[in-house]
C-alpha cells in the first residue's frame, strides 16, 4: 500500500506480460529483435553498394579502324570565287554642239522608239535639231569664198601682166646703159658732144627708174595675192566651221546601246551643250569585284601562257606592267531558275589605284567582250533559257582562273582539323602535321607544299577519331580490305580441297554398296 502510483502501474504491465504463453512470449523476446538486426544490417549492405562507383568498359583490344585518302600535287588552274556587280562598259553622254529648236526624235517611223529604255543602233537618228540657219550660214560663207578665189584670179592676172611690162622694162633699161656706154666712148675720141651724153645718161636714169617701179609694183600684187589666199583659206574654214554646225543639227546613234535617260522633247529649244540622252553602250560589259588581299596573292603567282607553255584557256593574255593588275581569264556565272550560265571575260583593269581605304579590298573590273553570248554551266532536266544578255546591277559570280607559280598539294576538306592540322598514317601509326592552307575550294583544301612534311602520296586521315595521339597505332581501310582479301583467298582452297574429299568418299562407297548387293 506504499508504493507510488507510477510503480504500481509498471508492475501490473510487467505481471501481464509474464503471464502470456511462452512461444508468444520467445518470439516478442528473441525473434523480433533478430528480425530487425537482419533488416538492418541488410539495408547497411545494399546502401554500400550504393556507394562503389560504376564499373568501367574494358577497351577494345582491337586497333582503331580510319580512312584514308592519299594526298597529291595539285595541277592545272587555282580558281578564285568572288561576287561581282553589272555595271556598264561604257556611258555615252550626249549633248547639243550647236543651239536651235529640236524639230524631230529620230526618223518617222521610229520616232516613238527614241525613249529611255529603248535599244538603238549605231547610225540610227536620235535628234534633228532646226537646221535653217546653218544652211543659210553655209550659204554666206560659200559665196565669201568664190569671192576669194575671184579676187585671186583678179590679182594673178595683174601679177602675169606685171611681169611681163617689168620685162619690157629691163629690156630698154639694158639698151639705155647700152647706149651711155657708146656716147661716152664716142665723146672721148671727140666725135659726140656733152649734150649727147647728157641726153643718154637722162635717158638711162628714166629707163631704171620705171623698171624699179614696175618691180615693186609687182611685189605688192604678190603681197596682195598671199593675202587673198590667206582670205581664201579662212573663208574655206568658215565654211567648213559652217557645214560642220550644219552636220551637227542631225545627232545620231554612236554605238549599238539603251538609252538610259532623255531630257529632251519636240520643239523644245535647246543651248549648245545641253543635255540630250545618256547612252549605255552594249557592245561589250563590265563586272565591278573586289578582291582581297589574298586574292591579289594569287593573281601575283599567276603564270601567263607563255610560261607555263600551253595555251588551256583558250584565249590570249597580253602583258601588263607593275603597276596593272594581271591579266586573267575569267567566267562570269548567273544562277536563274536552278540553271547556271556563263560568259567568258578578262579581269581587265583597277578602278582606281590601290586599296580601298574603308574596306581594304582592291576594286577591280572585269571585261565580258560578248556580253550576248552565254552557255550553260549545270546541264540537268531543268529547262531553262539563257538570259539573253548580262543586264546592269544583276549578282554574278566571278570565277578567276589563275595558274600558280608554286607547288599546291591537294587533300579532302573533311580531312583539315581544328587549328590547321591534319594527320596521317605512317607505318602503321598517326603523325600530326601543321599546315598552311592555301585555298579551300569545292570541298577540297590546297596546302602550301614548301615548307611541308606533308607529300603526294601520303596517306591522309579523313574519318573522325575519338581519340588522336601521336605515335597512335591505327588500321586503315585499306589494310582491312586487303587483310579480308587475303583471309579469303585461304579460305577457297580449303573449301575446294573439303569438297573434293567429300566427292572421292562418295566414289568409294558407291561400289562397296554394290558390291555388298
Known sequence: GGLPASRHVLLVRKS???????????????????????????????????RKPPARSRPDPGLPLVETVPAKIHTGELTLHLDGTVVPYREINLSSEVAGRVVSKGSESESKNVRAGRFVKKGDLLVGIDPQDYRLD??????????????????????????????????????????????????????????????????????????????????????????????????????????????????????????????????????????????????????????????????????????????????????????????????????LNGATFRWDGRLARHEGSGLDERTRTVPCRVLVSNPTSASRQNVDDVATLPPPALYRGMFVTVQLRTIPRESLIEVPERAIRPGSVIWKVSDGKLKRLEVRIARVIDGRALIHASNSDLSEGDAVVVSPLSTETSGMAVWTLAEKAAAEKKAAGKEAPAKVKQQSGQKSGQKTSAPASGAAG
Open 16 to 50: 501481464s506480460f509474464m503471464n502470456l504463453p511462452r512461444p508468444v512470449y520467445i518470439a516478442i523476446r528473441i525473434v523480433i529483435p533478430l528480425l530487425i538486426l537482419a533488416a538492418g544490417g541488410f539495408g547497411y549492405v545494399k546502401l554500400k553498394e550504393l
Open 138 to 335: 553655209v550659204d554666206r560663207q560659200t559665196q565669201m569664198h568664190a569671192q576669194a578665189v575671184a579676187s585671186i584670179d583678179e590679182t594673178q592676172a595683174e601679177i602675169g601682166n606685171s611681169r611681163i611690162q617689168a620685162g619690157l622694162l629691163k629690156l630698154d633699161h639694158e639698151r639705155q646703159t647700152a647706149d651711155l656706154v657708146k656716147v661716152k666712148n664716142l665723146r672721148a675720141e671727140g666725135a659726140a658732144t656733152e649734150t649727147d651724153q647728157d641726153n643718154a645718161e637722162q635717158n638711162h636714169r628714166l629707163s631704171q627708174s620705171a623698171l624699179s617701179k614696175e618691180e615693186n609694183n609687182l611685189k605688192l600684187l604678190e603681197a596682195r595675192l598671199r593675202r587673198l589666199e590667206s582670205a581664201r583659206d579662212l573663208a574655206g574654214t568658215e565654211l567648213q566651221k559652217a557645214q560642220l554646225d550644219q552636220s551637227r543639227c542631225t545627232i545620231f546613234a554612236p554605238c549599238d546601246g539603251v538609252i538610259v535617260e532623255d531630257h529632251v522633247e519636240v520643239d523644245s529649244f535647246v543651248q549648245r551643250g545641253a543635255m540630250l540622252m545618256k547612252i549605255q553602250d552594249t557592245s561589250a560589259t563590265e563586272v565591278r569585284t573586289s578582291l582581297r588581299i589574298d586574292d591579289v596573292y594569287w593573281l601575283w603567282q599567276h603564270k601567263s601562257i607563255a610560261e607555263s607553255g600551253s595555251d588551256e584557256t583558250g584565249s590570249n593574255e597580253t602583258p601588263r606592267n607593275e603597276w596593272e593588275i594581271p591579266d586573267v581569264p575569267v567566267w562570269v556565272t548567273y544562277e
